[in-house]
């Protein structure tokens, strides 16, 4: 597993970026698995009582799939399974009084 991340603001604007990348190699045949996952997040305060940001988020994998043990189609050498999928946010945060706060957030995947 290896992980790294940053982050950083500058004046009214903050940064968050991270990657995750993890791989598996187990005993039997074909049944490894690798996957990478990163993230991103932006604000910035536009005043005192509104901010606003967006978020993406990725994740990709490979799993080794053998099938059964025994049998039909049993430790398929070639056999994998691919996955990616990402998430899309945008979003803004209201506090226009003290005990009143607020928050709209659009997604998309």
């Known amino acids: 597993r290896l992980t790294i991340d940053a982050q950083g603001e500058r004046g009214a604007s903050a940064v968050n970026i991270s990657a995750s990348a993890v791989t598996t190699e187990n005993d039997r045949q074909n049944n490894d698995f690798t996957a990478l996952t990163s993230a991103a997040r932006l604000d910035h305060q536009i005043s005192e009582a509104v901010n606003l940001g967006g978020t993406l988020r990725v994740f990709r994998g490979v799993y080794g799939s053998p099938g059964a043990v025994v049998g039909a189609g ?33 997604g998309s995947q």
Not at 80 to 105: H, I, K, Y
């Open 74 to 106: 049993a430790n398929d050498p070639d056999n994998e399974v691919r996955e990616t999928n990402a998430l899309a946010t945008l979003f803004a945060e209201f506090t226009p009084a003290g005990d009143w706060s607020g928050r709209v957030t659009l």
